[in-house]
């Protein structure tokens, strides 16, 4: 196959640090192309993933992030540069409601976000002639009257990443400076069990510079270490000493990453008990899932789980190899017995679930 995929305007593929959509991006074009197929890809000009790139793209945008007109310019570019592949894997929003999008090509999109009532008005609009695929079962559930082609979980390739000791002492807490992400509630559960806590987050948009200055800053002590953003390298040696990684999300996730960056590392991970996370972890073997209270209590037993346990995990249930794979099924589908647009002439996996 030809695939063409197209990433958002603002973060290079892969990123230099934060930047999870942006990954699971760079793992895709990776494993398509090392499974054989020819692949496309339209990114920020600076992007250094490995495989062929439509030219004449922007650099990444990133103080425009979010911005409308900043992604139909992207969008409008790459859809010029894939005139001549068989199917179009899109992560962005504009892309696939694009007018002149080649007609006769499927397109793919893959949903990052939450379905909240804006965001299915777009999907919705986006399903007459595109295939949508939902990142966990959770994030599907909330579809409504959204067909949910397929749910695919992300993947990471975990050669590079190294299982660590857990016996650094310490938890960790790694993400956006963000109310949701829970590094208030994380603050609180690594003081009520005695135990330091590592802080990595990006703190770059104006509103996770207000949090962290407003929320976080006044009240940090002699428990916390504030270590700023963090590379990959030192991010999976921060996950991997440390007794378990902290990330009591306080909105429904669609897909904890972290998470499975974490297990990874051999590190077990304790989290609230919505959006993916019930998906992630498995309560008692990999982590545990509960409520501020709870997690204190159960932080000296999730230092005590098996870390092979934790890097097995990931390796049978979140590997790049099994999210390419499942793309892959997916994609052949589409090419072999879609209806006019793209769409698959079965009936979608999950439709009101």
């Known amino acids: 196959m030809r695939i063409g995929v197209v990433a958002g305007p603002w973060i290079p593929i892969p990123p230099v640090t934060y930047g999870g959509i942006e990954r699971v991006v760079d793992t895709l074009a990776r494993g398509f192309s090392a499974a054989g197929h020819e692949v496309l890809l339209a990114a920020p000009s600076e992007s250094t993933c490995p495989v062929p790139h439509v030219p004449g793209m922007r650099p990444a945008s990133r103080d425009e992030l979010g911005l409308t007109m900043s992604e139909l310019s992207h969008v409008i570019r790459a859809y010029q540069g894939l005139q001549d592949v068989d199917i179009i894997h899109d992560h962005t929003l504009a892309g696939p409601l694009h007018a002149q999008r ?115 800053e006044p009240i940090l002590g002699p428990n916390e270490d504030f270590v700023g953003e963090v590379d990959d390298h030192a991010k999976y040696r921060l996950m991997g000493e440390a007794m378990a990684f902290l990330t009591p999300i306080q909105w429904a996730e669609p897909f904890g990453l972290m998470m499975i960056e974490a297990l990874a590392t051999g590190t077990p991970v304790l989290s609230t008990r919505i959006g993916s ?77």
């Open 102 to 216: 080649p007609a006769a090509i499927p397109v793919v999109s893959t949903i990052h976000g939450p379905l909240h009532q804006d965001a299915r008005d777009v999907y919705r609009a986006m399903s007459r002639n595109t295939a949508i695929v939902a990142i966990s079962q959770d994030q599907a559930s909330h579809a409504q009257d959204v067909p949910v082609t397929q749910v695919i979980h992300h993947g990471m390739d975990v050669a590079d990443v190294p299982v660590g000791s857990g016996r650094g002492g310490y938890l960790c807490f790694v993400g956006r400076a963000s109310r949701d992400k829970g590094l208030l509630e994380a603050i609180t559960i690594a003081r009520q069990a005695g135990v330091h806590l590592k802080i990595a987050v990006k703190m770059r948009e104006p509103d996770e510079i207000r949090y962290f200055r407003e929320v976080i």
């Open 277 to 353: 996370a019930p998906e992630i972890v498995e309560h008692g073997r990999t982590g545990f899932l509960g409520d501020t209270q709870e997690l204190t209590g159960l932080v000296g037993e999730a230092a005590g789980l098996s870390r092979e346990r934790c890097r097995a995990s990931v390796e049978e249930r979140f590997s790049a190899g099994r999210m390419v794979a499942q793309y892959l099924g997916l994609f052949q589908q589409l090419l072999a017995g879609r209806s006019p647009g793209g769409v698959p002439d079965a009936a979608p996996v999950h439709q009101n679930r």
